[in-house]
Structures are given as C-alpha cells and as structure tokens.
C-alpha cells in the first residue's frame, strides 16, 4: 500500500471515529442514570423495544442519528437525536417503519426538529409502501415554540393527518402507547388502526388532570381519567389491554402476523459479494475533500462481483467522463449509476451524458444511484455558449420526473446546482445518504470567502473605509469557517438534510435496503417533460 492510500486510509478511519462518538452523544442521552430513572418506571430503553419488535437476528436500520444538535432553541441546545428514533426493520418478514419516541430526551417533548424526523419518517413509508409502529411516550409539544409546531402544515396536526391518509391506502397503523399522550398527542392512540396501551404505564387524554380541574372542577387521576383500563374497556379508543411493555411488543408482533408478504417490484438476480474489499474506499478517497476522485474503484467495492457495466466510457474524455454512467447488481438489485467522477465538474458532454442515461433507465424501470461529488456547473463564456444552462436544465428536469427509485450517496462536495441535477433533497430521493467526506453548500467556504469578500471590498470603499489586508484575511478566515462548517456532515446531519451519515463500509448493505424498500411499490410508466436539444 502507498503511502498517500494509508494516509487516507488512516485519516477516514479517524473521521468515523468522530461518527461513532457523535452517534453515542445521541444514543444514551443522559447515560446510565437516564436508564435507571426509566427501570424504577418499569420501562426499558427505547432501542431495546425496537430490538424485541423486529424479527430476531434482523437489523435495525436507524435513521437520523444526529439530528437535533446545535440547534439553539430557547434554553436548549441540543435535542439528542431529535427525541425521536426512527427506522426500518422487519416485522414477520416485512419491512416496517418503527417511529418510537424517546422519553430521555425532554420526555420525549415535540421540537420542530421532532416534528421534521417524525414526519420524515412518515413520508418515506407513505412512498414505499410500509406499515407503520409508533411507540408513544411524549410530553407533546414544546410549548415555548408552539408557533414553530402547532399550526402550520408540517407542524403537529400532520402527523395525524398523515396517519389517516397511510391508513385510507392499506398501511395499517398501529400505536403502542407505553407512556403519558396528552392534548393533541392523544390522537397517536386515538387514530392507529389498532393501539395497544400499558397498564399504569399508558396515558391519553385530551387535556390532562389539571387542566380538567382548572376547567371543570374535577378532581381526578390520570389513570381513571385516561388508563389503559379505560380506554380499552370503556372509552374503546384503544384496543389491546397488556401489563407490560414485553406484552405489549409481543401483541404489536401478532397484529402484523397475518400481513401479506411483500415483494419486489424488480427482477433479482443471484447476490455476489464484491471481488475489491470495501477497505479500497477508505484508501482511494483522498483526505483533501476536493482533489479528484476515481469513483470507478469506489462503485467495485459495493457492486456484485465488483462488476460495472459502464456507458459510453470513452465519450469525450476529460470532459464528459467527470460523470460515469452504467449499471451494476446490488445484492441482486439491477441499479442504474450516475457518478461524480476526477474533480467533478459537470461540463456540457457529462450533462448531456448523465441526461441520457436517466431517461434510458427509466424506460427500462431501473431505479437510479446517484454518487455525488460535484462541486458544480462548468462556468464561463465557452460552457455557456457551449449550453451548460441549457444542457444542465434537462439533466434537473430528468431527475426531477424520473419515476424510477431514486437514491443520493454523498462522498465529496455538494454544491451549487450540481446538488440539483445529482438528485439533492430538493428532489426528492427515496432516500439521502451521505459520508464523513461529504460537504453540502451553495459553494465551498474558499469560493464564498472571495465571493462575498469582493462585495465587502466595493462596500467599504463606497463609505471610504477601505479594507487593510489583514482585514481581508481575516474576513475570509470567518467565511471558510461559516460555510465550511455548515457544509459538514454533522451540521446537514442535524437539521436532516440526509437521512443517515455512513461509514464507507456500511455503504453496501444500507444501499441494498434501501433499493428494497424502494422497490416494494410497482413503477409507474415514464413521463418527462420539455427537454432542450
């Protein structure tokens, strides 16, 4: 191995290192002493549940981890996880959402970033198809910030909106409450298909004990007024009596037993393993975010047999190579790849190429990858007159109608309108993964220092006050520094702006999942619109 390879290698194994703490921040929010508060309760560690919910010896495919940090809401800074732990797994062989809350965090309290991984998480079942579990324990909603979650499309209500919604279309939605639902949470019971509450552990009502005394003048418990017992043998909101919360999994288990087994809309191959070890992505991608890349040797260590069936592979080198187009098996799964490739500029030969390409797989219904690590359009005279807006245009317009399956992988720099025309979250992916190595911005820091230094430069000359060079450099320290650390994956991370940050090896089997689960619903005919020649 090369000296620069370890390097690399060495340099992503430590970046991951810094992955691995960020998800622990996340995972144990208040540590051991948070787990013990909840056994004196009788309840157990959300995670654990979704352990014993999912079939034994399956996976857990979590969600975003990271999201909720640094977010600087009032008097709290970080909402670890975003209170919320969401995730696919199988229930009786069948890919399920699981949307569980997690009562360490706040009591589970509804932020705007709960609210957006909550309803994250919604969607990409509502798309693909998939059954839904809630496991309820939630203080409700953040009440310093009601105007930030109560009223708005895409604050609380929409949730249950689109819980009605996932039901009227046959995916069923089944609440297991193991804790306090207050006011509008309440409808998490109140709306499953079928609710499973936890005697003396489960609550819901419409307005709780003191707010019925304040109102009324009663005087009553919280468990007379809103139990388990009463809702499930007077009220009827709810359907399912159990005393503890390994009762009540196994019950969720038996309501989703008899659930038609899925299938996938997509003829499967035989899976092969990778001939090339997945340790040649850490060794191939350079530590330095934008030096080139050869995507080539990345694709061979998560395709089957490391085999790529590439297209158009010798079409104007240099210039429409920056982009690799062609089709691989993963884990069985025909999938169609668009990858950024060498320094990633998207000249006028790579858009066309990539337009192409897009159209032709989605004639033949194969879902799309896009590997991005673009740090944007070819600019100047040549490339317009050349057409890149134009050309550029038609390669936005077919990612956004492609009808196929569409998943990003971020693996360099994300910007500009290249993170439109590689299928960005403006455009509506199944799914957004992204890597330690990814950057996702408008431009880079260094492009946005000179930027917005040159209009800093012409104002402060305007008042006469012109800029000595240290302040120059000053000002474009802080600029590198503002758009640099928004561009990382912990910050896109947090206000889930992809939907899990991967270790490279990790890459192949959530990639696989994620192609499955997109695949679960039939693929509707093309249909693209004007497109420019």
């Known amino acids: 191995m ?40 009788g309840k157990q560690p959300v995670r654990q549940l979704i352990q014993k919910l999912i079939d034994p010896g399956t996976e857990f495919y979590e969600l975003s981890r990271l999201a909720g940090f640094g977010m600087h809401y009032p008097d709290v800074d970080d909402v670890p996880c975003g209170g919320i732990v969401t995730g696919i797994g199988k229930i009786y062989g069948n890919w399920t959402m699981i949307i569980a809350n997690d009562s360490r965090v706040k009591a589970g309290t509804y932020f705007p970033i709960t609210l957006k991984k909550h309803m994250r998480a919604q969607a990409i079942a509502e798309r693909c198809g998939l059954n839904c579990v809630y496991i309820a324990d939630s203080g409700g909603a953040f009440l310093p910030m009601q105007a930030d979650v109560f009223p708005d499309d895409g604050h609380f209500g929409s949730m249950f909106y689109n819980m009605a919604r996932m039901s009227a279309k046959g995916l069923k939605q089944i609440t297991l409450s193991t804790g306090g639902n207050t ?16 005697d003396k552990l489960a609550y ?30 007077i009220s009827g909101g709810a359907d399912h009596f159990c005393r503890t919360q390994d009762e009540a999994i196994e019950k969720v288990r038996e309501i989703l037993s008899l659930e038609p087994p899925q299938k996938l809309h997509i003829h499967r191959y035989a899976e092969s393993p990778p001939m090339v070890p997945v340790e040649t992505i850490y060794e191939e991608l350079p530590a330095k975010i934008h030096q080139g890349i050869n995507v080539r040797a990345v694709i061979q260590a998560f395709a089957d047999d490391s085999h790529f069936i590439e297209y158009k592979k010798n079409y104007a080198p240099g210039r429409g190579d920056n982009i690799v187009t062609g089709k691989i098996r993963l884990k069985g799964i025909p999938v169609g790849i668009i990858a950024a490739n060498g320094l990633g500029i998207i000249f ?6 990539a337009t192409e390409w897009i ?27 050349m057409g890149i807006g134009k050309y550029g245009a038609d390669m936005v317009r077919a990612v956004s109608c492609a009808q196929v399956p569409r998943i990003q992988l971020v ?7 290249a993170n439109y025309g590689m299928c960005g979250r403006a455009y509506r992916p199944h799914f957004l993964f992204a890597t330690m190595r990814a950057r996702t911005s408008v431009m880079s820091g260094r492009s946005a220092a000179e930027v917005l230094l040159s209009i800093e430069e012409r104002k402060r000359a305007a008042e006469g006050k012109p800029m000595s060079d240290g302040e120059k450099q000053a000002f474009r320290l802080q600029m590198i520094e503002k758009y640099d650390g928004e561009a990382h994956p912990f910050f896109c991370g947090a206000r889930l702006l992809n939907d ?15 192609f499955e689960v997109s695949l679960l619903k039939p693929i509707d005919d093309p249909a693209f619109g004007n497109l420019r020649f």
């Open 183 to 198: 006011a509008g949470g309440a409808y998490i019971v109140f709306m499953a298909c079928q609710a499973v509450m936890i």
């Open 359 to 385: 159209v032709r797989c989605c004639q033949e219904k194969v879902p799309l990858l896009f590997i991005q690590s673009s740090p944007g359009y070819m600019v100047g005279s040549e490339s317009e007159h």
């Open 500 to 514: 899990r940050v991967l270790k490279f090896r990790e890459i192949r089997d959530w990639l696989a999942m994620a």
């Open 2 to 41: 090369s000296d620069a390879r370890a390097e690399n290698r060495a340099f992503w194994e430590n970046e991951e290192l810094k992955l691995d703490q960020r998800v622990y921040e996340a995972m144990w929010p208040g540590g051991e002493a948070a787990v013990q508060r909840l056994a004196k309760l």
């Open 204 to 233: 819901s009502f419409l307005g709780g004990p003191p707010l019925v005394k304040a109102a009324t003048g009663e005087v009553i418990s919280a468990e007379d007024l809103g139990g388990a017992r009463i809702h499930t043998q």
């Open 411 to 417: 693996i360099g720099p994300d910007n500009g309108a």
């Open 348 to 353: 006028v030969e790579a858009a066309r190429k």
